[in-house]
């Protein structure tokens, strides 16, 4: 079964400052798709962005950009030039087939980020 | 237009009481999914649904169950509800690998906060 690992309960980040979330999993799997997820207080749990195994390049999306390292099983996640409305808990998942079709998200626990004004 | 939705956001209720959350989803996407999120934040996947076939997760007790009216509904039935039921529910939805192709990406609803006294 795939495990994944946040090993940063809490982090905290001046506003306009950059800040490396980190996630690693483990899985014996070679083409599989690992995403970043945001949930804010509102509880609303929206994607942040994802990353394809197979592709060696790293994603990014604006202020976020991973750190995809394949051998490693490590997946951080990078935000530059932090912002108030980033404060929030960030998730990271990975994403296994689970049978007729289905895909299920095996989460970490989660990092809560503080963006310090 | 909300993609993932669900209904009620709250709900409070006695233990040993019957209660269904609804999820609704318009993006056409052919599985579904349910997710439970404990005071602790871990989020773990409960339910696949695709194609009128379910997957279960194994831990998940047989008082939970999901009914599927059509394609754009996955609706979670709980019997005898237990004080240990308290959480957050959270439908999602995602393409599935027989309809031209997976969509990697699993769009979450807002939750349901589910407190049983």
């Known amino acids: 079964a795939q495990t994944v690992t946040q090993s940063q309960p809490e982090m905290s980040v001046q506003e306009a400052e950059t800040v490396t979330l980190s996630c690693t999993y483990d899985?014996?799997?070679?083409?599989?798709?690992l995403f970043w997820y945001k949930q804010p207080p509102s509880r609303q749990m929206i994607l942040v962005i994802r990353q394809e195994a197979y592709k060696q390049q790293n994603a990014t999306e604006n202020r976020f950009s991973v750190n995809f390292q394949k051998a490693a099983k490590s997946f951080s996640l990078k935000i530059s030039d932090s912002q108030l409305g980033d404060a929030a808990m960030y998730f990271c998942a990975y994403r296994s087939y689970s049978g007729a079709g289905s895909y299920q998200l095996t989460f970490g626990k989660g990092t809560k980020l503080s963006v310090i004004p | 237009d909300t993609a993932v939705s669900q209904t009620p956001k709250y709900l409070v209720t006695q233990m040993g009481n019957d209660k269904s959350i609804k999820c609704e989803q318009n993006l056409g996407h052919d599985t579904m999914y349910w997710y439970k999120q404990d005071s602790k934040k871990f989020l773990k996947i409960m339910f696949s649904?695709?194609?009128?076939?379910?997957?279960i997760n194994e831990t998940v007790p047989n008082r939970f169950s999901p009914k599927s009216p059509d394609k754009a509904h996955l609706n979670l039935h709980i019997n005898s509800l237990e004080l240990g039921d308290s959480a957050v529910y959270f439908c999602a939805s995602s393409q599935d690998r027989f309809s031209g192709g997976p969509s990697e990406t699993q769009y979450f609803g807002p939750g349901t906060r589910l407190l049983v006294l």
């Open positions: 649904y695709n194609n009128k076939e379910l997957i």
């Open positions: 899985t014996s799997e070679s083409d599989y798709y």
